[in-house]
């Protein structure tokens, strides 16, 4: 038991240093990513596919927290005579907390499974390999442009999310529950001040770059096969609860990936070389 024990800890200790260096590598390739303009294209691409694509999903999140939060607060309000402040607690729950949490956790669900997958497949079928073979880093190529889209548009999607949830929120309260627009709105705004904004929207460059950093690790370090993909997909979502090392171990050669045949071209080509060696 002890030795095990002791396995594992250097296993994690191993594991995060793996991390930490990939981290590091991606950090610095970003940041001279953005004084190269020939990687603008990739970032461009990589910013429509992580945040153009993602505004439905994240507007509707935000509407309807915005409304959950009218219709769970109303009660306890409405008790003590206060509904009129109700825009008070929605808009700085929505702004401060909610709206960059959940707005993260869904751009976690799309982005961060759909990022691991890729890359991930990338791995498998030696992709990656081939990147780096003709002299090109593959953290230059393929982890900066997802980090630096992350990074830039996760703030963007956040506010939003926090506008449809203010919207939301003031359309259960005002159309649906009756309460005075006039005092809700100014409620509101004798409320929720400048920096409970700012504390959402720097959140958001927090969740981006740990969003972006983790699912493109997990998808350079996944187990061979379409299950290695699965399961990196999987602990990219849930990374505090992993419990096992996934990429190929340092020293021990790579197996290689047997090729598929497509369309039964393999086997014409074995017939004619069949053919040939007989025409001989």
Same mark, same amino acid.
């Given at each position: 038991?002890?030795?095990?024990?002791i396995?594992?800890?250097?296993?994690?200790?191993?594991?995060?240093?793996?991390f930490?260096?990939?981290?590091?590598?991606?950090?610095? $390739? $970003?940041?001279?990513?953005?004084?190269?303009?020939?990687?603008?294209?990739l970032?461009?691409?990589?910013?429509?596919?992580?945040?153009?694509?993602?505004?439905?999903?994240?507007?509707?999140?935000?509407a309807?927290v915005?409304?959950?939060?009218?219709i769970?607060?109303?009660?306890?309000?409405?008790?003590?005579?206060?509904?009129?402040?109700?825009?008070?607690?929605? =808009?700085?729950?929505?702004?401060?907390?909610?709206?960059?949490?959940?707005?993260?956790?869904?751009?976690?669900?799309?982005?961060?499974?759909?990022?691991?997958?890729?890359?991930?497949t990338?791995?498998?079928?030696e992709?990656?390999?081939?990147?780096? $073979?003709?002299?090109?880093?593959?953290?230059?190529?393929?982890?900066?442009?997802?980090?630096?889209?992350?990074?830039?548009?996760?703030?963007?999607?956040?506010?939003?999310?926090?506008?449809?949830?203010?919207?939301?929120?003031?359309?259960? $309260?005002?159309?649906?529950? =009756?309460?005075?627009?006039?005092?809700?709105?100014?409620f509101?705004?004798?409320?929720?001040?400048?920096?409970?904004?700012?504390?959402?929207?720097?959140?958001?460059?927090?969740?981006?770059?740990?969003?972006?950093?983790?699912?493109?690790?997990?998808?350079? =370090?996944?187990?061979?096969?379409?299950?290695g993909?699965?399961?990196?997909?999987?602990?990219?979502?849930?990374?505090?609860?992993?419990?096992e090392?996934?990429?190929?171990?340092?020293?021990?050669?790579?197996?290689?990936?047997?090729?598929?045949?497509? =369309?039964?071209q393999?086997?014409?080509?074995?017939?004619?070389?069949?053919y040939?060696?007989?025409?001989?």
């Amino acid at each position: 038991m002890i030795g095990i024990a002791i396995y594992k800890l250097g296993e994690g200790v191993g594991n995060v240093g793996q991390f930490g260096r990939f981290v590091w590598r991606s950090a610095v $390739s $970003s940041m001279q990513s953005i004084a190269k303009s020939d990687t603008y294209p990739l970032i461009w691409a990589q910013m429509l596919l992580i945040g153009v694509r993602s505004v439905p999903v994240i507007m509707i999140t935000g509407a309807f927290v915005g409304m959950t939060l009218a219709i769970q607060a109303y009660d306890q309000l409405a008790g003590m005579g206060l509904e009129e402040h109700l825009g008070v607690l929605i =808009n700085i729950s929505v702004v401060k907390e909610l709206g960059p949490v959940l707005a993260a956790v869904m751009l976690a669900g799309r982005i961060g499974g759909a990022l691991t997958a890729e890359l991930g497949t990338m791995k498998v079928t030696e992709q990656i390999d081939a990147i780096e $073979s003709m002299g090109t880093d593959p953290i230059k190529y393929l982890v900066a442009p997802r980090t630096l889209a992350c990074l830039l548009l996760t703030p963007a999607l956040i506010i939003y999310a926090d506008l449809l949830g203010i919207i939301g929120g003031w359309f259960v $309260s005002v159309v649906h529950l =009756n309460i005075n627009a006039r005092a809700y709105w100014s409620f509101s705004a004798n409320g929720v001040e400048l920096y409970d904004v700012a504390c959402g929207v720097i959140k958001g460059f927090f969740f981006g770059g740990a969003l972006a950093v983790i699912s493109c690790y997990k998808g350079f =370090n996944c187990k061979e096969g379409a299950r290695g993909v699965g399961q990196a997909c999987d602990r990219g979502w849930r990374l505090e609860r992993e419990d096992e090392h996934e990429g190929t171990p340092q020293g021990r050669p790579r197996e290689p990936v047997p090729r598929a045949r497509h =369309n039964g071209q393999s086997e014409q080509s074995d017939r004619r070389a069949a053919y040939a060696a007989s025409a001989r």
